[in-house]
T-cell receptor
């Protein structure tokens, strides 16, 4: 069966510090991968998605970036965090020929 | 572009009562629809999906949804809710390019 991991589970970072969140998927190959952000009291905002290694599409221009160095690894980064980057970050995967997405447990980021 | 509207941001209900969470989508030739549940500080879990076939779809935890093409709706129902059903519920529609478009969510609060 497939599982998706995210770490860390929670993170408190000062404004201006760098960020690296990691997501890995087990039990499948060549998944589509997604990064979402969920701000308090709001829905899901798609940030990035990837259909293969090194292939990243950005949905919203901002100070975040994503990379996919391996088939089942997806990383969300920032060089300098802003207060507005606080939120709940969710990673998800899907099979190329299927439509539904499966979500990880999320990372709660608080920028102080 | 596809869009999803969840008509109620909050739905309070007493335990063992029936509940309906409403979802409307923008019309398209092919429609693939989903309901997800999110418990506090967790990722999203797939409740059910409509891809084709029977318009009444049964999911996990006793939930079901009915696809109504003429009314462009995909409402989620449960005949008798439990305290443990308290969570945020998201309706989503598949968009071209492997992406899901999510509604803003409905907070279901089950009271004893």
């Amino acid at each position: 069966s497939q599982t998706i991991h995210q770490w860390p589970a929670t993170l408190v970072q000062p404004v201006g510090s760098p960020l690296s969140l990691e997501c890995t998927v087990e039990g499948t190959s060549n998944p589509n991968l997604y990064w979402y952000r969920q701000a308090a009291g709001r829905g899901l905002q798609l940030l990035f998605y990837s259909v293969g290694i090194g292939q990243i599409s950005s949905e919203v221009p901002q100070n975040l970036s994503a990379s996919r160095p391996q088939d089942r690894q997806f990383i969300l980064s920032s060089k300098k965090l802003l207060l507005s980057d606080s939120g709940f970050y969710l990673c998800a995967w899907s099979r190329g020929e299927h439509y539904e997405q499966y979500f990880g447990p999320g990372t709660r980021l608080t920028v102080t | 572009a596809q869009s999803v509207t969840q008509l109620d941001s909050q739905v309070p209900v007493f335990e063992e009562a029936p509940v309906e969470l409403r979802c409307n989508y923008s019309s398209s030739v092919s429609v693939y629809l989903f309901w997800y549940v999110q418990y506090p500080n967790q990722g999203l879990q797939l409740l059910l999906k409509y891809l084709s076939g029977s318009t009444l779809v049964k999911g996990i935890n006793g939930f079901e949804a009915e696809f109504n093409k003429s009314q462009t709706s995909f409402h989620l129902r449960k005949p008798s809710v439990h305290i443990s059903d308290t969570a945020e519920y998201f309706c989503a529609v598949y968009n071209q390019g492997g992406k899901l478009i999510f509604g803003q969510g409905t907070e279901l609060s089950v009271k004893p």
